[in-house]
């Protein structure tokens, strides 16, 4: 179950800053206009607070780990909302970000 909420809250997490930062993107270099620009700040000064609900894990595992969903959220991101397609190297870099994101967060410790 452990497991599970911190998965959701990295899901959350990544939601909130890749969505933050895709809308300052479109306000600003896009022209969409100050709105979604400021939309997307607020949606990272949340993601800030989602992270500090991780359960059990110091501030630099937690960002460190959190990096490999940022990566794997961000590719996925840009293909559903521009129409990026990655190739298979971003598929494979993905991939181990993700693994080393597992690792990182949920490998069994003794301690800490």
């Known amino acids: 179950m452990l497991i599970f909420r911190s998965a959701a809250l990295f899901l959350v997490a990544a939601l ?3 969505g933050g930062a895709w809308l300052v993107w479109q ?6 206009g100050w709105l979604w620009a400021a939309g ?13 609900f991780q359960p059990d894990a110091p ?5 460190a780990a959190y990096g490999g ?3 794997a959220g961000s590719l996925l991101w840009g293909a559903v909302a521009d129409g990026y397609r990655p190739d298979r190297w971003d ?3 993905a991939l181990i970000c993700l693994a080393g ?3 990182i967060m949920w490998a069994p410790r003794n301690g800490g």
Not at 27 to 32: A, K, L
Not at 40 to 52: D, E, I, P, Q, R
């Open 59 to 63: 501030f630099g595992r937690v960002l």
């Open 16 to 18: 909130l800053e890749i």
């Open 69 to 71: 969903v940022f990566v």
């Open 40 to 52: 997307g700040v607020l949606a990272l000064g949340a993601y800030g607070f989602v992270a500090t």
């Open 91 to 93: 598929m494979a870099g």
């Open 27 to 32: 306000g600003v270099r896009e022209h969409r």
């Open 101 to 103: 994101m597992a690792v």
